[in-house]
C-alpha cells in the first residue's frame, strides 16, 4: 500500500512543481501536457500546454498534480502538505523558498513540540506546515 497526494492546480502545475523540484531538491518523474494525451482532441488551444498529469518525488514522497479547469478550481483547504525537515537550516531554507510570493501564516519559530516549526501557502495557494524533526 502506499499514500501520496494529489493537487488540483489553476493552470501553474508544470510551474508548480518545477518550482518544488529546486526548491525541495525534488525529482519530477511525469509531466504529460494534455496535448501528448487522448484529450488532446477534446481540448481547445490554450489548453493543450496544461498539465493532464504531474508527478514529483521529494525525498521519497510522491506529490502528483494536474492542471484544472478555472470554473472548477477552487483554493485548497482544510490540509497543509506536512514537510519534515532534520534541521533548524532546513526548515528556515524551505520556509524562505515557500514563502516567496505567498502568504506567511506562522513564521518560523520554537514550539513545544518542534525547536523549529513554521506554516505557510505558497504563491500557488497550496498550504504547508514545516516541521524540525
Not at 20 to 27: F, R
Not at 56 to 83: M, N
Not at 86 to 111: H, M, R
Request: overall charge negative; some cysteine; glycine content about 8%.
Amino acid at each position: 500500500m502506499s499514500l501520496s497526494f494529489h493537487i488540483d492546480f489553476n493552470g501553474q502545475c508544470q510551474e508548480a512543481f518545477e518550482f518544488y523540484a529546486a526548491s525541495l531538491q525534488g525529482a519530477i518523474g511525469t509531466m504529460l501536457q494534455v496535448k501528448d494525451s487522448p484529450l488532446s482532441q477534446s481540448s481547445s488551444a490554450d489548453w493543450q500546454h496544461k498539465i493532464v498529469h504531474a508527478n514529483i518525488s521529494i525525498q521519497g514522497v510522491e506529490l502528483a498534480g494536474a492542471d484544472i479547469k478555472p470554473e472548477q478550481y477552487q483554493k485548497p483547504k482544510g490540509f497543509y502538505l506536512l514537510l519534515g525537515l532534520g534541521t533548524e537550516d532546513a526548515v528556515q531554507s524551505a520556509f524562505s523558498q515557500l514563502s516567496a510570493d505567498g502568504e506567511i501564516l506562522f513564521p518560523p519559530q520554537k514550539t513545544f513540540w518542534s525547536p523549529c516549526y513554521a506554516i505557510v501557502v505558497d504563491r500557488f495557494g497550496v498550504p504547508w506546515k514545516i516541521n524540525c524533526n
